[in-house]
């Protein structure tokens, strides 16, 4: 995807609604100095060219009784299977984020689990069952200290 050109009304627009998704429009336009039909304009733009994916709702895995959270390196044995990998890792529901990566894992993916031992049998009987799935190594997360989207206040014009 090519890079899209946006300017400081945009960045504007994006960064209200990134802090907040159901931000109303009229709101944001009032903050901006623009009309509202600008607004829905604007991101309608910033939405046909792919720069919102779309918004959501998200929820507290821990207050679903979701207490642990790991980040599993897997490694695979035949590179050639890394898409039939990923399918397979789709289907097992523990698993949140999948990347692809460099180094010594292939893919990088979050899970999260209730318990040890949840995330053992999710790891020993979900994970490690899938054929091409060679290695893996575990990364349990103590805390998450904070997790953002990027900062489109900061990026500069083009």
């Known amino acids: 995807m090519s890079k899209v050109t946006i300017d400081a009304i945009d960045r504007k627009i994006l960064g209200y609604l990134i802090k907040n998704a159901r931000m109303p ?3 944001i336009a009032r903050e ?3 009309s509202g039909a600008a607004i829905h304009q604007r991101v309608k733009k910033l939405d046909d060219a792919g720069v ?18 790991a980040f599993i390196g897997v490694k695979i044995s035949d ?5 039939e990998t990923v399918k397979r890792l ?11 990566t ?10 999260y689990c209730v318990d040890n ?8 009987n979900r994970i490690l069952n ?28 083009e």
């Open 25 to 27: 429009f009229l709101e």
């Open 32 to 34: 901006c100095g623009i």
């Open 52 to 69: 919102i994916l779309g918004s959501r709702l998200e929820v507290d895995p821990k207050s679903l009784g979701f207490d642990m959270c």
């Open 79 to 83: 590179a050639s299977m890394n898409y």
């Open 90 to 100: 789709q289907e097992v529901p523990e698993v949140v984020e999948c990347h692809f």
């Open 102 to 111: 460099t180094g010594k894992y292939n893919i990088l993916i979050k899970i």
């Open 117 to 124: 031992t949840h995330l053992m049998n999710t790891l020993f």
């Open 130 to 157: 899938i054929p091409s799935v060679a290695d893996t190594e575990t990364f349990i997360s103590l805390s998450e200290v904070f997790s953002r989207q990027v900062e489109v206040e900061r990026l500069r014009e």
